[in-house]
């Protein structure tokens, strides 16, 4: 094993134990090169005369770039383009980043948490977690109604075992009962990686305050049972909250809670700020000591310079820009309003008297989604025949669930939308190919 791993090893081993138990043999291994970027930074507030580390071009002494492309990019000075960010992003971007983690989540003013790591979007960093904690066969907790990149990402790649609970209880609240069973059979293991991803894809839920409390109670049972653990936190719709739902992350209530707790935020701007083809995420770490949360930074580093290297300058600058500007608050508040009135339109819809004998629906308050549970037909003959004959794109999610992303339907257009799937249940119930219930 490399030297510089090793040391960050050392160090982990000595400050919280538990963390260094938690990572996979990857994330043992894993340290950031002092090679061309190191020594590149140095020579960038050393070398005053010429600088002659970096790989790529300078003319007149700013980066060399095409006219045509600066043209479409004016306001943006080639320095912010074109040259590579560093693994970590950059350092700017990290701030103003922490900076709106402590401003939206007050539970984090008085904790330790590590300065954002900019990722390529939520998927990479959730790779990276999954890469850093996630050995062959370790044990992934998270709800039955999850998104389907988890499977690629934790089974697939690392070779991660995927355990549900239930979602849901009988009273359609988060099901406090069926997470502590699932959690407290990894008891044996020591280890178990939780997944919770608020608002939920699919179903568009967060959890109210006493829920939160539960999950947060099971949390530290599991860990005094000794078991260490990774909670993976998939903040992706992070801030629209339209109801009855806690309006922060579970992060700042779980960070520096108890040493074999180890909590990662994952979250950015793509879905918060609707920039999805910017791919601009973070990765953020919690831990009792900085000392620590250097050292899983350093990995991470490592991580990416030996995966894509670095993210997007431009969509960082862009994207730093945008959090620095005076209409920055006022435009996300006219965007959240409209995500609001399209759940409140759907759920004023859905809970008529004419539809509740063909659907349901999971509890929903949040995020982008709503997830219907279909009463008389399968969910993929239903996204078929909706799509053939009327038009219209949903997601069957299982052979009950259908997603719905009101999301991208104009509130105006909730009617119809409603109108034709209702339509669609009534077409196959009397082709006669509703299913078995």
Not at 316 to 321: A, K
Request: glycine share 6%; with cysteine; hydrophobic share 40%.
């Amino acid at each position: 094993m490399n030297e510089l791993a090793t040391h960050l090893n050392d160090i982990i081993k000595k400050y919280n134990p538990h963390v260094f138990n938690l990572l996979s043999n990857m994330g043992k291994k894993l340290y950031y090169p002092k090679g061309i970027l190191s020594q590149s930074a140095e020579a960038t507030k050393k070398a005053t005369r010429f600088n002659a580390t970096i790989g790529i071009a300078t003319e007149k002494k700013v980066p060399m770039h095409f006219e045509h492309i600066q043209e479409s990019l004016q306001g943006y000075s080639p320095e912010d383009i074109y040259p590579y960010a560093p693994p970590s992003g950059k350092l700017e971007l990290r701030k103003e980043w922490k900076r709106k983690l402590l401003r939206d989540n007050p539970s984090l003013h008085d904790r330790l948490i590590g300065l954002p790591i900019t990722t390529n979007a939520l998927t990479h960093g959730l790779s990276l977690a999954a890469d850093l904690f996630v050995e062959e066969n370790d044990t992934i907790i998270l709800p039955d109604k999850y998104w389907g990149n988890y499977q690629t990402i934790f089974h697939v790649r690392r070779g991660g075992n995927l355990k549900t609970f239930k979602l849901f209880d009988n009273s359609d609240t988060f099901n406090v009962l069926s997470f502590r069973q699932c959690l407290l059979q990894q008891k044996d293991a020591g280890k178990a990686i939780v997944l919770l991803n608020f608002p939920n894809n699919p179903t568009g839920y967060t959890p109210k305050e006493r829920e939160v409390e539960g999950i947060i109670s099971v949390l530290m049972e599991a860990a005094e049972a000794g078991i260490n653990l990774a909670v993976i936190l998939d903040d992706a719709y992070f801030g629209l909250f339209f109801e009855d739902s806690v309006k922060e992350s579970l992060f700042g209530r779980l960070a520096g809670i108890h040493p074999r707790i180890l909590p990662i935020k994952v979250d950015g701007a793509t879905k918060e700020n609707y920039v999805w083809g910017l791919r601009v995420g973070f990765l953020t770490f919690a831990a009792d000591s900085p000392i620590i949360l250097e050292a899983l930074e350093q990995k991470t580093n490592g991580l990416i310079r030996g995966t894509i290297s670095s993210s997007s300058h431009l969509s960082q600058t862009i994207i730093l820009r945008s959090l620095q500007s005076s209409q920055y608050e006022e435009e996300k508040y006219k965007k959240h309003n409209i995500m609001k009135r399209r759940a409140m339109k759907v759920k004023e819809i859905i809970t008529r008297e004419k539809y509740k004998e063909a659907l349901g629906f999971y509890p929903f308050n949040s995020g982008y989604f709503m997830c219907l549970k279909l009463n008389q037909v399968d969910a993929e003959e239903l996204r078929l025949h909706l799509l053939n004959e009327y038009g219209v794109g949903t997601i069957a999610i299982n052979t009950t669930d259908l997603r719905i992303a009101f999301s991208c339907v104009e509130e105006e257009d909730l009617e119809e939308l409603f109108e034709l799937i209702y339509r669609g249940i009534n077409d196959l119930v009397i082709k006669g190919v509703s299913k078995n219930v």
